[in-house]
């Protein structure tokens, strides 16, 4: 079942249900591709209006790429929750014997790893949906500034998200060369994406307070 | 039709269409009720566990109320869009004769402050909300901290977005008094949010990485 065929008030419904899963992951995800749903909405407002037409190609380009990375990561979302019960599998398994705790014990790094690299695309993808937002604030339909600052902040929140998991997930890891080279790149994605929301931020509120 | 009986992936489609509504702020509305759900879960997730027999009253308590704000926000969201469309039907009367002129007139002030005040109620909600997210960030079940990091993430962007929106509608109110003594409102709930979630997020950063 994929969590995008739910209805919203379902999805949310679920959400609190006292199963992990879906949990923070899936739902910054959810929030970062309404995020980018909302970049595209500004192209789309911006498209055919006369006082816009020197950035009218632009804005179709946008348009055409936040929509693919929003229906790329809706496939994310799903891809996270099956990450997480992979591990919460893993975690299950039988630990009688010396054999069992060793099939249990590799079961669970590998799927931690997996749970790792995820959230790790998923800020990857994030990054370049926030340059998106980037170019909707700045050179949008400028009656929509604030939609391509929600989109920022929810873009922005959602990479912190799955941040946190990939710290996380780290913590149980025991391949130490995999654990520091993950977190480098994760800390590096993660402040070019919060650098990016922002100066987009600053830009937005002095453009809507004239 | 509530934006909540949708199916979330139609409500991605009906969000990057051409359609100004739904827009920013029904969006950002949406992932706090995702965000609000979450810290939900938290609650269960911790409710009759051993180790946290201590705060079995407090997550009850603080279950009941997350999910009672979710499902107020979840009207809040659809009010905002009528609010919103209500504006756009103000600016859509006639304005031929200068009778017709002086009508229009009101009927947008008269929409755009309570434009103004949808928003205004929300930035309070999410305000108690947020301080539901702290409670299950420092005493829930420790394996759902991210989780709760995420939830007062989805909660400060939503504060946020609700801040765009009401300083853009008192951009074009003419009521003077009106425009200060909210715009002072909406700045001190804005940084009590803000103060709030900054908090979180450096208690749930500080606990992830152990």
Redesign the interface.
């Known amino acids: 079942m994929s969590?995008?065929?739910?209805?919203?008030?379902e999805?949310?419904?679920e959400?609190?249900?006292?199963s992990?899963a879906p949990?923070?992951?899936s739902?910054?995800a959810?929030?970062a591709?309404?995020?980018t749903?909302?970049t595209?909405?500004v192209c789309?407002?911006t498209?055919g209006k006369k006082k816009y037409t020197d950035v009218e190609q632009e804005m179709k380009d946008t348009e055409g790429k936040?929509?693919d990375l929003?229906k790329k990561q809706?496939e994310l979302m799903d891809r996270d929750t099956d990450a997480f019960n992979a591990v919460m599998g893993a975690f299950g398994m039988p630990k009688e014997t010396e054999d069992q705790k060793k099939l249990r014990h590799e079961a669970i790094q590998n799927a931690t790893r997996q749970a790792t690299l995820v959230p790790l695309e998923v800020i990857e993808r994030w990054r370049a949906a926030i340059s998106l937002a980037d170019t909707v604030a700045r050179k949008g339909n400028a009656?929509?500034r604030?939609?391509a600052?929600?989109?920022a902040?929810?873009i922005?929140?959602a990479a912190?998200?799955a941040f946190?998991?990939i710290?996380?997930n780290l913590?149980s890891l025991t391949d130490a060369p995999f654990v520091s080279s993950t977190r480098t790149d994760a800390e590096r994605l993660m402040a070019d994406v919060k650098k990016q929301a922002s100066s987009i931020?600053e830009h937005?509120?002095e453009s809507?307070?004239?």
Chains 1, 2 share one sequence.
């Open positions: 969590l995008a065929t739910l209805r919203v008030s999805f949310i419904d959400l609190s249900s006292s992990p949990g923070g992951g739902v910054a959810l929030s591709c309404l995020g749903a909302l595209a909405m789309r407002l498209i936040a929509i929003q809706l009656n929509a604030s939609d600052g929600v989109s902040l929810l922005s929140a912190e998200a946190y998991n710290l996380i913590g931020r937005v509120l809507i307070q004239g």
